[in-house]
């Protein structure tokens, strides 16, 4: 080998050797993987919010703009008080002509970074330079200034409510709805030469103290101020309350020591789910949807005290925090489930709260949306009796089962099942106990109850179809509870989905009080805007296969395993049929679509895991493995639809692992096809469960073979019990299916069978 042949070989094992060190030196911890600018650009509606906060935590903060193509963020945020919220206060720092001081600065704004645990920004039109880290409570502030000879300013504004400022803090309270107020206490690190209001374009240091809308106060800094400091608390209990938070948690002005222990704390939340293989895009998604469930519920007990909004009181929480804001209508699909495996000491929390909440409310109905201020009772059905069932069913046993069930029962058949409304149940309520559906308003005829919304409608099938699966929840927890008569009454009940199936059409097709099927009425176009008319949000194509607790009885009714097949598969073959600006414009939600299937819609989830109850799981791998491709990506447009705080995304992290809780409530999972070598879940207990895949390689996507726990596995789902022993799911892949696994009568998932047949 010659001189020349020599060195080139030489180089090229010390460059593989160096590029394997650097590979090792850079190993990215779980947080590493999070994007939180996924999805800021929306299809149609809400964009996701890059939010910077703790797992679950009381402080969430993300820049205030309408989505990532905002050319200005209007101030700097303190506390979102409500997901989707905007911030409680803003702080905007200033440099400039007194004169042009206003109580919030909207700024162009460059070289953003954003990571769960930390935000910074330059506000380049000022030349200022902004950092931030959240702790759960507290929040700091390190505040730049370019302009060494300006004098440098801090405002800070209330959008209702009071500020008072004494030396170097701030302190004060917002109003929000129903009587709740965010509290907030502030400080900096430097003592301002003036701090008060700011009239006639200027600093009134004698007066201390402003209220009203968009109050604020002003803290001047001398000219040769390089930097300010400022921590703070929030709370909603009282300003006392917001310094003792700022002082348990924030101890000084290091703002690098609290985003480090913000980086270790969600390291060690997202690492309960370790994962191994090559494609580092899938990486990506996958802890950033994993992110994405921990911004909702958040914890309010504040050193063992909470405030709520239910019966606007202060209370002890007794050991037990006391949790909030959920819009159980998105998240009992599957970011519930999903932390009844991975977080099952705060599902009880959870569970526990929406008691307490129950309890605390005049009619002690349980919960739909409880926000901070309250139960907004947005969308229809009242599926926090799944939630309910679901865990218990799966082990949780710190919460009251019989109170429970009271609370459930109550909101189920004392409350109005109208859509988005708090009224007592009326004459449509009297008409679904003696039929069995929810009737549908004849097309031109006027609305006479006093309880439908004027905007959301009716909802009929949307109503029917939930509210029966709600009775079948209701009933097994009375099963549970030993109360058969009243378990056979839900169950029974539970059943009547059937007087709304159309046997001609083999859809859910509302009828009307007559019981007449409305006519003429088209699936995917009827119904008005929203299709509220008759099904909501998505139309009747979506509807058809929204029976969760009894897929085995809907296979039935559509004709069987094939023809179900052959019209699971026409769905996705079925045109929009309009221009895509008609059909957005009716169906502004039913976005990611593939044919009529809308991935960006919390009641599509179930369905691409449907081919299972039919024998033929190939295709639920071949459709989750597209859809994940298709919709879920690491890009500023990479959801499809409105998030809702882990709604969406929850779906996200079950079908990348390889299963999914196809009916919350029934203690099993659906397996699907795992986009990872290998996934360990910490279970507790020092225990793990595994998903192994052999033969992996990203475009593996077909189970050949299975094992569970070292046992041949031939069907297509697994109980929670299994999963809770730990041990693994081993599963033999390959890039084409073989249509054999998990095809015969024996090998289906479960649905629902009466007691005693």
């Known amino acids: 080998m010659n001189k020349y042949f020599c060195y080139l070989f030489s180089a090229i094992i010390s460059i593989t050797i160096s590029a394997k060190s650097t590979s090792a030196q850079i190993t990215k911890q779980p947080v590493d993987y999070v994007n939180p600018y996924v999805g800021n650009i929306s299809h149609l509606l809400v964009p996701t919010y890059p939010t910077v906060h703790l797992p679950n935590s009381m ?44 109580n919030t600065i909207r700024y162009g704004y460059d070289n953003e970074i954003i990571k769960p645990y930390y935000y910074e920004v330059d506000l380049d ?36 409510g009071e500020l008072s400022t004494n ?27 003036e701090a008060g209001s700011y009239q006639n374009s200027s600093i009134d240091n004698q007066k201390k103290a402003v209220s009203g809308r968009n109050a604020f106060l002003v803290l001047k800094y001398a000219g040769n101020t390089q930097r300010v400091k400022a921590r703070y608390g929030i709370s909603f209990i009282s300003v006392e309350q917001a310094k003792k938070n700022l002082q348990r948690e924030i101890k000084d002005y290091n ?40 911004e909702r519920m958040i914890n309010l007990s504040e050193d063992g005290k909470y405030f709520s909004a239910f019966d606007g009181k202060i209370h002890n929480d007794n050991g037990t925090p006391f949790f909030t804001d959920d819009w159980i209508w998105d998240t009992y699909r599957a970011t519930h489930p999903l932390r009844v495996i991975i977080e099952p000491k705060m599902e009880s929390n959870m569970i526990n709260s929406y008691l307490r909440m129950a309890q605390q409310m005049d009619d002690h109905w349980m919960p739909t949306f409880p926000e901070v201020t309250g139960d ?28 429970a069930y009271q609370y459930c029962k109550a909101g189920i058949t004392e409350k109005t099942l109208a859509p988005w409304s708090a009224k007592k149940a009326g004459v449509l309520d009297q008409f679904f106990k003696d039929h069995g559906y929810f009737p549908a308003l004849p097309a031109g005829e006027k ?12 909802q009929p099938i949307a109503v029917t179809l939930g509210t029966v699966y709600d009775e079948w929840c209701l009933g097994n927890i009375a099963q549970q509870l030993g109360k058969t008569e009243e378990a056979r009454h839900f169950l029974d009940k539970s059943l009547t989905y059937r007087t709304v199936f159309n046997p001609e059409t083999k859809f859910f097709h509302p009828k009307d009080a007559s019981g007449k099927f409305i006519e003429p009425l088209d699936y995917r176009f009827s119904g008005g805007l929203g299709a509220r008319e008759t099904y909501d949000e998505n139309n009747g194509w979506l509807y058809r296969w929204d029976v969760l607790h009894n897929v085995d009885d809907l296979v039935k009714m559509i004709g069987g ?189 479960p649905s629902f069978k009466m007691p005693g047949k």
């Open 59 to 102: 402080l969430r903060f993300y820049p205030e703009r309408e989505n990532y193509t905002s050319n200005t963020v209007n101030g700097l945020p303190l506390v979102i008080t409500s997901h989707r919220g905007s911030s409680a206060f803003n702080l905007s720092p200033f440099q400039g002509d007194v004169r042009e001081i206003k």
């Open 125 to 160: 039109d000022f030349g200022i330079n902004a950092k931030f880290a959240p702790s759960h409570q507290s929040g700091i502030y390190e505040i730049n200034f370019s302009k060494s000879q300006a004098s440098s300013y801090l405002i800070l504004n209330t959008r209702d």
């Open 167 to 193: 030396e170097n803090t701030v302190s004060g309270f917002q109003r929000l709805s129903n009587n709740t107020k965010v509290f907030i206490y502030l400080e900096t690190d430097l003592k301002p030469v």
């Open 255 to 294: 703002l690098a020591n609290v985003a480090e222990l913000g980086k270790n704390i969600w390291n060690t939340t997202l690492g309960k789910i370790a994962i191994k293989g090559s494609d580092e895009n899938a990486k990506t998604i996958f802890y950033t949807s994993l992110y994405r469930t921990y």
């Open 376 to 403: 907004s009772r947005r969308m229809n059905s009242n599926h926090g009796v799944a939630t309910i069932i679901d865990a218990y069913n799966k082990g949780l046993r710190s919460f009251n089962l019989e109170e």
């Open 447 to 458: 609305e006479t109850a006093p309880e439908v919304h004027g905007f959301e409608k009716r």
């Open 561 to 749: 395993k094939g023809v179900f097949v052959e019209e699971l598969e026409k769905m996705y073959n079925t045109p929009l049929g309009k221009s895509r600006f008609d059909f957005y414009s009716q169906l502004p939600d039913h976005t990611g679509n593939v044919g009529q299937f809308s991935m960006g819609n919390e009641p599509a989830m179930h369905i691409p895991y449907l081919y299972n109850y039919a024998g033929q799981p190939w295709r639920t791998q071949k459709r989750v493995r597209s859809l994940l491709s298709q919709w879920f990506r690491n890009d500023l447009m990479g959801i499809p639809g409105d998030e809702d705080g882990g709604g969406l995304t929850s779906f996200v992290v079950f079908s990348q692992i390889g299963f999914y809780p196809i009916t919350p409530g029934l203690p099993m999972y659906v397996i699907g096809s795992p986009t990872f070598e290998n996934v360990k879940i910490d279970i507790g207990n020092g225990k793990k469960f595994e998903v192994a895949c052999k033969n992996y390689a990203p475009e593996n996507k077909y189970i050949q073979s299975a094992k569970l726990n070292g046992k041949v596995w031939n069907k297509s789902w697994f109980t929670h019990e299994e999963l809770m022993k730990g041990g693994s799911l081993e599963l033999i892949m390959g890039k084409r299916p073989n249509k054999q696994w998990a095809a015969d009568d024996a090998a289906t998932p």
